[in-house]
């Protein structure tokens, strides 16, 4: 299948669940990332059940906090 990661189109085998493209994208700090699928916000929870399909859009996102001086 062919899903768009961040911006560039890549092949997967069927069957790949978000937790899985983690690990194979070596997503850099994949406790704190932030994934949306299709732009909709996939909940941390529904990572392993969230099965992609082809044709689908998974960008990877990092909320960065910051403060006043």
Same mark, same amino acid.
């Given at each position: 299948?062919?899903?768009?990661? #961040? +911006?560039?189109? /890549?092949? =997967?085998? @069927? +069957?790949?669940? !978000?937790? $899985?493209?983690?690990? /194979?994208?070596? *997503?850099?700090? #994949?406790? =704190? !990332? $932030? !994934? $949306?699928?299709?732009?909709?916000? *996939?909940?941390?929870?529904? &990572? @392993?059940?969230?099965?992609?399909? @082809? +044709? @689908? !859009? *998974?960008? &990877?996102? =990092? &909320?960065?906090? +910051?403060? #006043?001086?």
């Amino acid at each position: 299948m062919t899903i768009t990661v #961040a +911006g560039n189109k /890549k092949e =997967y085998e @069927d +069957g790949l669940n !978000v937790t $899985t493209l983690i690990e /194979k994208e070596n *997503v850099e700090n #994949a406790q =704190y !990332v $932030t !994934v $949306t699928l299709n732009d909709e916000f *996939v909940e941390r929870d529904n &990572f @392993d059940t969230t099965v992609l399909k @082809d +044709g @689908d !859009v *998974v960008e &990877f996102l =990092y &909320f960065m906090g +910051g403060g #006043a001086r």
